[in-house]
């Protein structure tokens, strides 16, 4: 066998014709599913493993001959908390959805640069690339996931404040506002199609 013929795993990140698959059947991209269902879920790792018709360790492992399980190869969290020495070190590299460490942390725009949004703390989250990716995509679950996490550091920020009249208060109102406004989301949660058939939008 020479090298043209060579069989070449699937790198990391990058998604097999059987998770694709998988996606179809399901309507959502795998990460999507995989934090709503299991790891903000009811679901354990038997019933994921069941709604994704493949075998339990394929997701996630162990797997033999040192092949490596989806939860590995798409850089999803596990559950379970870091020790704390642990916790001091993946804290600045962690991605502010789904917490995940073992992938190489975004600045993810919540308004887009195109659209006058700033660099300041208030427009920029921390994401991984899946969770960046979907948020690009206007996913609903990522949308209000986001708009959590920004609304919920504006106020601790407001509130550290010495001074809480009511010029304050109305600039906090003002941004939660302007938070809540430049993405509006749909009351009722909406599916997404698979991360192949949608196309990515980079801010």
């Known amino acids: 066998m020479n090298n043209a013929t060579q069989f070449k795993p699937i790198p990391d990140g990058v998604k097999t014709p059987k998770m694709r698959e998988v996606e179809e059947r399901i ?84 308004i887009a640069r195109g659209d006058g949004g700033p660099s300041s703390q208030y427009n920029i989250l921390k994401l991984c690339p899946n969770c960046h990716t979907l948020l690009d995509q206007d996913d609903e679950f990522m949308k209000r996931r986001a708009c959590e996490i920004l609304l919920w550091r504006a106020a601790e920020s407001f509130v550290s404040k010495t001074e809480r009249g009511a010029e304050v208060q109305q600039q906090f109102l003002e941004l939660c506002t302007s938070i809540i406004r430049s993405r509006p989301m749909e009351i009722a949660p909406q599916r997404t199609g698979t991360c192949d058939t949608m196309q990515r939008r980079r801010h």
């Not at 709503?36 to 679901?43: D, K």
């Not at 939860?71 to 600045?92: D, F, I, M, T």
């Not at 962690?94 to 073992?102: A, L, M, Q």
């Open 27 to 110: 309507g959502m991209p795998l990460e999507h599913d995989y934090l709503i269902n299991y790891l903000h879920g009811p679901m354990g790792q038997k019933r994921l493993a069941n709604r994704w018709r493949v075998p339990r360790a394929m997701i996630f492992g162990p797997l033999a001959g040192g092949r490596r399980s989806w939860v590995q190869k798409l850089y999803l969290p596990k559950k379970g908390k870091p020790s704390a020495p642990e916790r001091c070190e993946q804290v600045a590299h962690r991605c502010e959805i789904c917490e995940t460490t073992k992938a190489p942390m975004e600045r993810a725009h919540w």
